[in-house]
C-alpha cells in the first residue's frame, strides 16, 4: 500500500469484473543489432540454466516502452523523469515574474542547497551549488518521475512562498524563516493525493525527499533473455575521407581514405520478453483520477500495442533493427499469479531458432495450464506464421489489431 494511501474497498474495484492481473508473454527475433549495452560497450548477457543468452535489461525496455509515441497515443498524457526539476521550475517562476536571481535561489532551495549556510571550500559547497556557480543546470539528488500536475503544484507553491516573503526578497531568501517555510511547503506534496499518469502508476516512483509521495509500481518488466545461446560477433569498420584517394603526390598517397577505425560488438538473437501488470495496484495508484477506469480497462490493450510496436532505441541509426512480434500471448488472470515462462527456453532453441521458440513456448502453456491453476479467464495468442500451431485452449487472433480488440470486449464485457 501506497504512504499515505487510504485502504480502497472491494466494490471500487468491480469495473475489473474479477479481473486482477494481465500478464504479456512474446517473442521477437531480431536481425544484427546493438540493443543494449554494458559499461564496457559489449552487449549485455546473462546465464540460463547454464548457458550463456543474450540480454536486454528491464530498464531498456521500460524506457523504451514510456518514451515511444504507442504509449503517449494510447494513454495520453505521461509524465517526465528527470533530476532538472528545480530548472523547469525556475523556468516557469521567471515567467511567472519573480526576477532571475532569485529564482535561482530558490531552484537552490528546492535542490536541497542552505542559503543560510555559508560555505568557505568549494570542497564543502553542494553540487547543485558547484553546477549553478559553473553555469550548469541545477539538479535535485536524485532522478524521480513527475506528473504535469505535480511540477504545476510546485510552481505556485514555490510562487506563493516567494509572495510571503517579506522586502527585500532576496536577502530574506536566505533566512532560517524562509527555510523552514519552503521545507514545510514541499512536505504538504507527500500528503496532498492527486492523480498520477499511468506511467508513474506502471512503473512507479522512488523517492529521497520530501517533496513527492513514493508510488508502487504496478507493472513489472522481467529482463529479456535470448531463446538461442549467445552468439556476440565483432563489426569493424573505418570512416572514409571523400578528399583522400592515394592518387596525387603527396605524404598522403598511400593512404585510400580512411580517416579512423573501430569496430562494435552485435549480435543476433530471438527474445522472450515478458510483463506482468497488477490491475488493482494500477486502480489505486490512479485514485482521484477521472479517466481511472477507463485508463485500466485500456491496460491490457494498450500495453499490447507498446509492445508489439516498440523496440530498443540503441544503435538504430547503424543496424535498423525495428521488427514485429512473431508471438504475442496476453492472459487475464483472476489470481494475482504471475508467471514467467523462460523455463520454455531452459534448453537453448539453437536450431530454427524461431520455429522452435514458438513450439517450445506453446508447450509450455499448455504443459502449465495442466499442471497448477494461476487464475487465467481469458487468453488470446497471436503468432505471425499460424503453421508453427498454438496451444490449445486459447482464443486465436490473426493480427495484432485482431488481439487489441478482443482484449478491449473482454475488458469491457
Known sequence: MLKGKRQMSESEFTFLNGNKMVEFHMLK?????ALNRDDAYEQKTAYYNGTLR?????????????????????FRKIGVRTKRMPEIVGERLVKAGIPQKEADMIKLIMAGVDLTQKYEKESSKPKALQDYEKGDPVQSK???FYTPEELDIITEICKKLYDEIEEPKEKNLKTKTVKQNFENGFTTLTKDIRPLTLDVAAFGRMVTDNMLRPVEGAMQVAHA????SAIKESDYFIACDDLLNGEDDSEEKNNKGSAMMGDIDYDSACYYVHAVADLEQFTENLSGNEDKESLVKALPAGFADV???TDPSARQNSFEAHVLPEVLYVELKDKKRPLNRMKAFAKPCDHNVLEASVKALAANIETVSQKADLGVTHSVWYCEDESFGAPSGVTIAHSIPELEKILNEWMNS
Open 29 to 33: 527475433l531480431y536481425p544484427a543489432s
Open 54 to 74: 543474450n540480454r536486454i535489461s528491464s530498464q531498456c525496455l521500460k524506457r523504451a516502452y514510456r518514451r515511444s509515441d504507442s504509449f503517449t497515443e494510447a
Open 142 to 144: 536524485a532522478i524521480a
Open 225 to 228: 533473455l535470448s531463446t538461442n
Open 307 to 309: 509492445m508489439a510496436y
